[in-house]
């Protein structure tokens, strides 16, 4: 955004230079008619720039991109880090010269029968680009195939295709991208969050382990994968010994979280010392079921999620989450929407573009919780 303002501005600079240096030559003359003449010869030349300067401009700010059809497929609206996603993504696109009448985002109801068929619709109604958050990973050779034949360049978002898939569009140098967060950084910073407490505040059984529960999202999800893997990675790697008592699949769904954990207290009781959860909407879950089994996080049991979620940076502002870890949504909404516009200013991209997360514990969620509202 601001290397476009700094393009308006010059382009205004310009043309009014233009006109102002045309100007001072008009007093050259003695003939009126050759006054008139040079005024009109003047006036003539000043408009030409003056025009360019105001194509510029609107290059600056996106050209014909108010007449270009966006087609967006998110897996399932009911999520709750996808719901920041998506606003942001149509914010920041008609920000960007977009028409809201043009962007198109449906609901994929996280089932990929539904999705495929939507992209089928797209391509039929001939969008411009498509921006796709695929229900599941797997599928994005077959996605990719379609679209490519159809001539759409496409950005993926929030669900990485695998190595093999984006090597693919590197070989082929098609207009396809992805733009996301390393899923393992998030999963190492959850890690470091219960690292960081030492040893002997984790280890309420003093077994001399870090014994825990993983609530894992979509297994077809790869950055699921990842932070199962990489939290407890990051133990390891501190020098913790760790033991999994319990690993379940709560899809991404409080509510799923929620049954999960109580079923793990149930079994396992105070042996549980960290509860991991691979996003934050079933560590709002776990913390529900931690709460009512009379369990408290910080005195006697630790959970960490992944997103950031308002209500769940609150929590732990209020120390009843031990922390969370900052997925992006504007950086990342905002980043495919950039990425879009240049595949149709014949820009193009590069083919896997990443963006940070940010760990949150007790000494910086109030300032991610200032950034989020």
Known sequence: MFKKVIAIMTASILAASMLVGCGGSTGASSSAPAEEAAEETVEEEAEAPAEDAGDAAAEAVGGDLADKKVGVCIYQFADNFMTLFRGELERYLIEQGFAKENITIVDGANDQATQSGQIDNFIADGVDVLIINL???SSAATV????????????????????????????????????GCDARQSGTFQGEIIADLGLDAVDFNK??????????GDPENIDAAYRTEFSVKALTDAGFEVNCLDDQVG???????AELVANSLSQYGNDIEV???NNDAMALGALQSIQSAGRTVGTDIYLVGVDA??????????????GTVFNNHFAQADGAADAAINY????????????????VTAENAQEILDSLQ
Not at 146 to 167: C, F, M, S, T
């Open 251 to 257: 899809m991404w769904d409080q509510v799923k979280g």
């Open 144 to 179: 990719t195939d379609k679209v490519v034949a159809a001539g759409i360049p496409l950005v993926y978002i929030n669900r990485e295709p695998d190595a093999d898939e984006q090597q693919r569009w590197t070989d082929n140098n098609w207009d396809v991208c992805y733009v």
């Open 275 to 277: 509860v991991f959860c």
């Open 135 to 137: 229900v599941n990973s």
């Open 344 to 359: 149709l200013n014949g820009a193009g991209n590069e083919h896997n573009i990443q963006c940070d997360y940010t760990k």
């Open 309 to 322: 979620l308002t209500e769940v940076v609150e929590k732990v502002i209020a120390g009843e989450i031990t």
């Open 207 to 216: 077994n001399g382990k870090i014994d825990y529960i993983m609530i894992e």
